[in-house]
C-alpha cells in the first residue's frame, strides 16, 4: 500500500491542470500534498483500513489548502444584542468612514505632508481642528487606543512622580488590564486616597506633596457602586488642580460626545463636560461610544497637550492613515448631532426603538416558520440588549428578540453549529433557548441566519 501511494510530483501535475487548484500558491499546494500524505503513510502503518486513490488524495489536498489560504478574520452576524462587543469588533463604522478609507487607501495622501507650505506635516493636526471645535478643547491629538493614550500621558507628565487617585476609580478592562499596570509601566508612582466607596476632597488635598505631579480622575465606565458612596466631582478637582499648581486629568474611557440622557439611556459625562469643567488633559476610546474606529484621544489644555505631542513615545502609539481617515469622517458627522446619532451605527443601534427591534423580529419568525418550522419551536420574547464596550454598565436596552428550541437537537449544539456556520452566527443562550437579538443584526443578515439554520436542522433526527 505504501508503494502505491502517489509521488509529490505526480499530485503536483494532477494539481496544475485542475482548476480548482488555480489561485491557491504553489508552496501552500506542495506542503498540503506532504501533510495528506504523511497522514496517510500513517494510516497505513497503524493497520488502519483505508482506501485511496489519486482523486481522493487530491480532494484532501485542496480542502487542506483551501484551509490554509482562507482569511482568519472573517465577518460574523453578531446577534448577541451586545451593541459594542469588544470580541466581535466594538463599534461598526459608518458607510462616511468606510468610503474615506477606501480613498485614502488606494493613493497616496497628504498623511505627513503639508500642502500649503510644501514642508513636513503632523498626523494628528488631520483631527485636531475637529476634536476642538466638538469639545470646546485647546488642543488634541489621537493615538492607536485608549491603554496607549494614558499611558502616553502619565509618561509625560508623571514618570518618577506621584499621581493621585481614588481607589474606587482603579479599574480594571478587559484582558485583566488595570490602571495601576498603566501606571506602573509610564513611571509613574500611584498613590491611593479615599476609600473603595468613599473619596472626599480633602483627601486629595492632604495627599499632595512636592513629588506630587497630577491628580487623576478615571471614570467608572464599566461598573458602579451604589449605596454609601461619595465621589469628587471633577470641577472641584480641577479647581484643587489650580489651587495647587497641579494639572488635572480625567480618563473618560468610552466617551461621548452625545448626551444619550435625551434618548432615554442614562446619563454618560460627555467628552465637552469633562473640558467645561477644568480638566487639563481627557483620554478616551474612538471604537466606543464615538463610534469610530480605534483610536485613543487626548485632548485639553493647549500647555499640556502640546508637551504629551513632544514625548518620543508618541511616534511607537501613533495613529496609522486608515484609523485617522475613519476618525475624521466620522467626527465630521457630529457636526449634526441629530444625524450623527441616525447614521453612526453604534449611536443608532443603542437608541434603536423596542418597537422596531418588534417589528424585525416579527419578519424574521414570518421568514424562520415555513423553513424550520416544523423542527423548532420559534417564538418572540421580550429581553434585554446590553451596549457593552466598558459603558453603561447597568444599562438595559428593552428588545423583542427570536427564541429558537430545536426539536432535534440540544440547545447549546445549536448555539455551537451556528457558530461555526459561515458565516459565523453568534447568538446566546438564555432561558434554556436560543437567542437572536435584531438589535444587532445587520441588514441583510436575516437571510444568512434562515439559511445556517435551514442547514442545521435540515435532517436532523436525534438529540446531540
Excluded at 480613498?103 to 505632508?113: C, K, M, T
Excluded at 480622575?217 to 457602586?225: A, C, D, E, P, R
Excluded at 474612538?286 to 497637550?305: E, M, N, Y
Excluded at 502640546?306 to 513615545?313: A, D, S
Amino acid at each position: 500500500m505504501l508503494k502505491r501511494l502517489p509521488g509529490v510530483d505526480i499530485l503536483l501535475e494532477l494539481a496544475d491542470s485542475n482548476p480548482d487548484f488555480k489561485k491557491i500558491p504553489q508552496t501552500i499546494i506542495k506542503a498540503s500534498i506532504r501533510k495528506v500524505l504523511d497522514q496517510t503513510r500513517t494510516n497505513i502503518l497503524e493497520n488502519k483500513s483505508i482506501a485511496f486513490s489519486n482523486e481522493k488524495i487530491l480532494s484532501k489536498v485542496l480542502s487542506l489548502a483551501r484551509k490554509a489560504v482562507a482569511p482568519k478574520l472573517v465577518p460574523v452576524v453578531n446577534a448577541t444584542g451586545v451593541v459594542l462587543h469588544t470580541n466581535l469588533g466594538r463599534a461598526l463604522l459608518c458607510r462616511e468612514a468606510v468610503e474615506n478609507m477606501a480613498e485614502i487607501a488606494s493613493g497616496y495622501s497628504n498623511l505627513e505632508f503639508d500642502i500649503k507650505t510644501g514642508t513636513r506635516g503632523i498626523r494628528y493636526h488631520v483631527v485636531e481642528n475637529l476634536l476642538c471645535e466638538l469639545t470646546g478643547a485647546e488642543a488634541a491629538m489621537a493615538v492607536n487606543n485608549n491603554a496607549g493614550a494614558v499611558l502616553l500621558c502619565l509618561d509625560t507628565l508623571a514618570s518618577g512622580k506621584e499621581v493621585i487617585v481614588s481607589r474606587g476609580e482603579l479599574v480594571e478592562i478587559g484582558g485583566s488590564f488595570r490602571i495601576p499596570d498603566v501606571m506602573a509601566k509610564s513611571g509613574g508612582i500611584l498613590k491611593e486616597v479615599g476609600t473603595t466607596n468613599r473619596t472626599h476632597l480633602k483627601d486629595y488635598s492632604e495627599a499632595v506633596n512636592d513629588n506630587t505631579a497630577l491628580l487623576l480622575k478615571v471614570h467608572t465606565s464599566n461598573y458602579q457602586i451604589k449605596g454609601f458612596t461619595s465621589s469628587v466631582p471633577l470641577k472641584e478637582l480641577a479647581a484643587l488642580g489650580r489651587q495647587k499648581d497641579l494639572p488635572v486629568m480625567e480618563d473618560l474611557g468610552s466617551g461621548t460626545l452625545i448626551d444619550f440622557s435625551s434618548y432615554g439611556l442614562g446619563r454618560e459625562p460627555t467628552v465637552s463636560d469633562a473640558v467645561a469643567s477644568g480638566a487639563d488633559i481627557v483620554t478616551f476610546s474612538g471604537d466606543k461610544l464615538l463610534g469610530g474606529p480605534q483610536a485613543g484621544i487626548i485632548l485639553g489644555s493647549r500647555k499640556w497637550v502640546g508637551r504629551i505631542k513632544k514625548n518620543p513615545l508618541t511616534r511607537a502609539l501613533r495613529i496609522d492613515k486608515l484609523t485617522l481617515a475613519a476618525l475624521e469622517a466620522t467626527l465630521q458627522i457630529y457636526r449634526d448631532p441629530h444625524k450623527a446619532v441616525k447614521t453612526i451605527p453604534a449611536l443608532a443601534t443603542l437608541t434603536l426603538s423596542f418597537e422596531e427591534t418588534a417589528s424585525r423580529t416579527e419578519k424574521l419568525i414570518s421568514m424562520l416558520t415555513p423553513l424550520i418550522g416544523s423542527r423548532a419551536d420559534i417564538a418572540s420574547v421580550d429581553l434585554s440588549s446590553r451596549s457593552g464596550g466598558g459603558a453603561f454598565p447597568e444599562l438595559s436596552l428593552p428588545s423583542c428578540c427570536v427564541s429558537l428550541r430545536p426539536k432535534t437537537m440540544s440547545v447549546a449544539s445549536l448555539e455551537q453549529k451556528m457558530r461555526m456556520s459561515r458565516p459565523a452566527v453568534i447568538g446566546r443562550i438564555e432561558n434554556n433557548s436560543f437567542i437572536l437579538d435584531p438589535r444587532t443584526i445587520q441588514k441583510g443578515q436575516a437571510e444568512m441566519i434562515c439559511r445556517a439554520l435551514d442547514k442545521i436542522l435540515n435532517g436532523e433526527h436525534t438529540l446531540s
